[in-house]
């Protein structure tokens, strides 16, 4: 076997080409190779048998072998190891993807023995040593819930296995909506399946110990595409891995790619190589990805002939403000920002975003007059100027808010972007001068309208066409709520209905354009009881009826909280970078 330490590698394009650009959520700054193989690489971990944290564990095909980028050692052969894992320090339970069974490895001697499967015999049944048969079995982990236990991937019985390590029996875990299970990782409490047929699968236990499950990211056709997680589009999935908290990197290997999966805002996004803001050609493996492993930010991609390294860089927040000056006469200044864009802005202080490797950059675009002026606040220490400064909380996802200001003696809303904006008045012959400040708090709340129903969510998730159709409910009462904020407040078009299900309670938030300090604890009197009057007096609003088609009832109406009320006005902790609906899902969590 031959290995061959290289440096520095420059990705080289092979025949694909991009129909156009994406913004990077994550760009690493370093592409190195790591070690070159002979063979594709299917898995690694990091070697637990070695206590310095230097070394890989690798599974390829015909090969099991540590190494640590100079030196490598050959710990079994003959052995197809797609999938592997370390129950302890010595022993490693070995897929043997063409041998049809699982084997287990220890270290002292590194021969592997059989421990469940028929090796050499392919099939589709349970039973225990010597009985069971897998057809092609993939990946493996250590079940969560049961140490004793491990869970294997079986690829073309499209189904989930389980091994006891004990009375090495072989069952059948689950069998729906996979499609080539391959790698899977856990999150949580819950399981995540890489599909080679373009989607990934979430499976998780109830309380009662039953399995539930649903195609959560991804669709049933190939593609190549980013945005929230039930219109990404993949071509073969293989592995996972853990980036941060609620990121995760996959490995597409149809599109020689790597994604970012954020369960946070349930969105996937394109991940770029050579510090690229927006991904090109460059970000292409030169042949298809298929195994990953993250450690401490150091990212390995194991591809058909060698591993990859990957790094970010160690500079946080590059970006610097932006000046201009407004030409004698001008009222705005044409600005230059970070993205190439040009913009028009009129005086002010502007606070800008941008993220950069999922840190969010905060830079400042300030706008001044050329000429000079009189001192704001001789103006604003004048008592007979009685304006007072202003100040507003605009909406993330919104490009200004609504204020209500005074221009010419009358009172007029107008929109204003974030920033602090000069005001001038004339009042009594006088020029007053006031400031109205619109702000993005970091931390704050949005007020929701909330309803709770007891529904089964087994069938609230059954397929796509539930989902679809409580979707399409969702924003037909979303119209019936806007006529109860009516001038009070905004349901946007841009942020969605939402929902989760747990333990048979699925609870329904329909977000409006209010927010408050997260200081804040209830929603202002006022607007909550004309919202609730409103309410009281809508016929149709007074159930709030769904329709889960294969619920039973199919269609229900919303619960009664201790105030005999259906519908709830409750302020939700919110994010700070929510633009879209997509993002909308989890920013409340």
């Known amino acids: 076997m031959k290995f061959e330490k290289i440096l520095i590698f420059a990705v080289i394009a092979c025949g694909v080409k991009f129909t156009k650009d994406v ?52 710990l079994s052969t003959l052995i197809f190891a797609t999938g592997f894992t370390q129950v302890n320090k010595t ?6 993807h063409d041998g049809h069974c699982v084997r287990i490895l220890n270290r002292k001697d590194n021969v592997p023995h059989i421990l469940a499967g028929t090796c050499g015999s392919s099939g589709f049944s349970d039973g225990g040593f010597g009985e069971g048969t897998f057809n092609y079995p993939y990946g493996v982990v250590v079940d969560k819930r049961n140490p004793e236990r491990i869970l294997v991937t079986d690829m073309y019985n499209h189904a989930l296995r389980s091994v006891d390590l004990n009375t090495r ?4 875990v689950y069998k729906i909506r996979f499609s080539g299970p391959q790698g899977l990782i856990w999150v949580g409490d819950f399981l995540l399946v890489a599909n080679y047929h373009h989607y990934i699968t979430k499976i998780w236990w109830n309380k009662a ?10 669709s049933t056709t190939a593609g190549d595409r980013d945005g929230g997680f039930n219109i990404a589009k993949f071509q073969s999935l293989h592995e996972m891995t853990n980036f941060r908290s609620k990121l995760y990197l996959v490995t597409d290997y149809g599109n020689k790619k790597l994604k970012l999966l954020d369960l946070r805002k349930q969105v996937v996004d394109p991940v770029c190589f050579k510090g690229e803001d927006f991904c090109s050609s460059s970000s292409l493996f030169p042949s298809g990805p298929l195994s990953i492993l993250n450690i401490k930010e150091e990212v390995y991609v194991g591809t058909e002939n060698t591993i990859y390294k990957l790094s970010l860089s160690n500079l946080r927040c590059p970006y610097k403000n932006i000046s201009a000056t407004l030409a004698p006469g001008e009222t705005t200044a044409k600005v230059k920002l970070l ?46 100027c009685t304006y007072k400064n202003i100040t507003s909380f605009r909406s993330p996802h919104l490009l200004s808010v609504a204020v209500n200001v005074t221009i010419s003696g009358k009172s007029v809303w107008r929109g204003f972007p974030e920033g602090v904006f000069r005001m001038a008045e004339e009042y009594n012959s006088k020029t007053c001068i006031y400031h109205v400040h619109v702000e993005t708090p970091l931390n704050q709340k949005r007020l929701s309208f909330k309803a709770d129903y007891e529904a089964s969510c087994d069938a609230v998730d059954f397929n796509d066409y539930s989902r679809l159709m409580l979707r399409s409910i969702l924003k037909q009462r979303k119209q ?27 609870t329904i938030h329909w977000p409006t354009d209010k927010l408050y300090p997260a200081t804040t604890s209830l929603p202002p009197a006022d607007l909550t009881n004309q919202l609730n009057q409103r309410l009281a007096q809508s016929a149709i609003l007074k159930s709030l009826e769904l329709y889960i088609p294969f619920n039973l009832p199919p269609l229900i109406s919303a619960k009664k909280n201790s105030e005999e009320k259906m519908i709830q006005l409750v302020l939700l902790p919110t994010c700070a970078d929510e633009s879209d609906a997509a993002q909308m899902n989890l920013c409340h969590s």
């Open 91 to 96: 022993h490693i339970v070995l897929v043997d």
């Open 480 to 506: 019936q709520l806007q006529s109860i904020c009516a001038q009070n407040c905004e349901l946007p078009v841009k942020i969605d209905p939402f929902y989760n299900c747990t333990n048979d309670v699925l």
């Open 209 to 218: 110990g039953g399995v539930r499950s649903n195609k959560w990211i991804g």
């Open 339 to 384: 993205d190439g864009y040009f913009v028009d802005f009129p005086e002010g202080v502007y606070k800008m975003k941008k993220m950069y490797n999922l840190e969010m950059c905060v830079y400042h675009v300030v706008v001044k007059r050329s000429e000079p002026k009189h001192h704001d606040s001789w103006f604003n220490l004048d008592p007979e």
């Open 23 to 74: 913004e990077a959520r994550i760009s690493f700054q370093k592409f190195e190779v790591f070690l070159n193989t002979d063979y594709p690489v299917d898995h690694m971990e990091l070697d637990k048998y070695y206590d310095n944290c230097t070394h890989l564990l690798v599974g390829s095909w015909p090969h099991l072998f540590t190494t640590n980028g100079y030196s490598s050692s050959i």
């Open 169 to 172: 029996m072989l069952s059948t």
